[in-house]
């Protein structure tokens, strides 16, 4: 499996932006389509955003589409999540993952690999 670990992470304003990372080793990175998750205390891990293996094609939750920008840069290993426009309801864990699927996906159990997260933690 590939090991990810994701950076990036902190506490910001309602209204800022941050950008958070996550590295890949141990494996080839193009044959993984990648996704960010994030789980809020008392809540189910919920999925934010996906990226094909090579970029070309990306998907987002509806409470955070126009806000966030998932990206990945194969010659590095690392894919991306800038999140702009932050509201308090955006503060949880986010973790980033991994699968093998040919396509994007969604569903957190298609993901076999997965990061420690980083938290993210917005004031109003």
């Known amino acids: 499996q590939v090991q990810l670990v994701e950076s990036g992470g902190g506490l910001v304003q309602a209204g800022g932006s941050l950008r958070l990372s996550c590295a890949a080793s141990?494996?080839?990175?193009?044959?993984?389509?990648m996704g960010w998750f994030r789980q809020a205390p008392g809540k189910e891990r919920e999925f934010v955003a996906a990226?094909?293996?090579?970029?070309?094609?990306?998907y987002y939750a509806d409470s955070v589409k126009g806000r966030f920008v998932i990206s990945r840069d194969n010659a590095k290993n690392t894919v991306y999540l800038q999140m702009n426009s932050l509201k308090s309801d955006d503060t949880a864990v986010y973790y980033c993952?991994?699968?093998?699927?040919?396509?994007?996906?969604?569903?957190?159990?298609?993901?076999?690999?997965w990061g420690q997260g980083t938290q993210v933690t917005v004031s109003s």
């Open positions: 990226i094909s293996r090579g970029g070309g094609s990306t």
């Open positions: 141990g494996r080839t990175f193009s044959n993984y389509a």
């Open positions: 993952a991994a699968t093998t699927s040919l396509s994007i996906r969604v569903d957190r159990r298609a993901f076999g690999s």
